[in-house]
């Protein structure tokens, strides 16, 4: 009876510290560059906007003092992390990829903003997020997938490498799921 409560303890033992070493890796243990801030900033980073975006939904942020992105972080404040953030976000519209986390729909307002904020700010990467940024002001979107994984390998991305780009039927049913 000993040996089995012993074997017990050690198996439940061993799966906790599996479990917390998970956790650690892979939740709470930001990436390289990543930058972490307040609570705040956390938890404003643990939330998802799903869905479109309307004019209205736009209108409503900007009376509310809110940027595109339904957030409170000005165009001069906005750091790495947000630029990875909101260009991996939007992305997710038109790439493949097995798993995707988070989902900003791309709209000219939100990418003409993160441009006019790349004048105002001073961020590690700011040459690749123009880059990308201009190609989409242009509806370039013909190497989105490419875009998405220069993102999500500053962000030491592991799951959810983009694959190819979703035909316009694959989007909007995307899109659509979101809603």
């Known amino acids: 009876m000993k040996k089995m409560i ?3 303890l050690f198996i439940t033992l061993l799966v906790v510290g ?9 939740i709470f243990t930001p990436g390289e560059d990543k930058e972490v801030g307040s609570p705040e900033d956390l938890r404003e980073a643990e939330e998802v ?10 209108d409503r942020y900007e009376e509310a003092g809110k940027n595109p992105f ?5 165009a001069d404040e906005l750091t790495d992390y ?3 953030e909101y260009i991996h976000g939007m992305s997710h519209q038109k790439v493949e990829a097995s798993k995707k986390w988070g989902f900003y729909e791309i709209h000219p307002e939100r990418i003409t903003w993160l441009l006019e904020g790349l004048d105002q700010t001073d961020v590690e990467h700011k040459q690749l997020y123009k880059d990308i940024l201009v190609k989409w002001k ?7 997938d490419e875009d998405h994984n220069a993102i999500w390998n500053l962000q030491n991305g592991t799951i959810g490498k983009a694959t190819g780009i979703l035909s316009p039927t694959e989007e909007k049913e995307y899109i659509e799921g979101k809603k």
């Open 49 to 58: 906007i799903t869905g479109a975006v309307s004019e209205e939904e736009l």
């Open 18 to 26: 599996a479990g917390g070493w998970v956790v650690q890796k892979y």
């Open 138 to 144: 242009e509806e370039d979107f013909s190497t989105i």
């Open 6 to 8: 012993g074997y017990t």
């Open 70 to 74: 339904g957030k409170d972080t000005p």
């Open 82 to 84: 947000h630029y990875k």
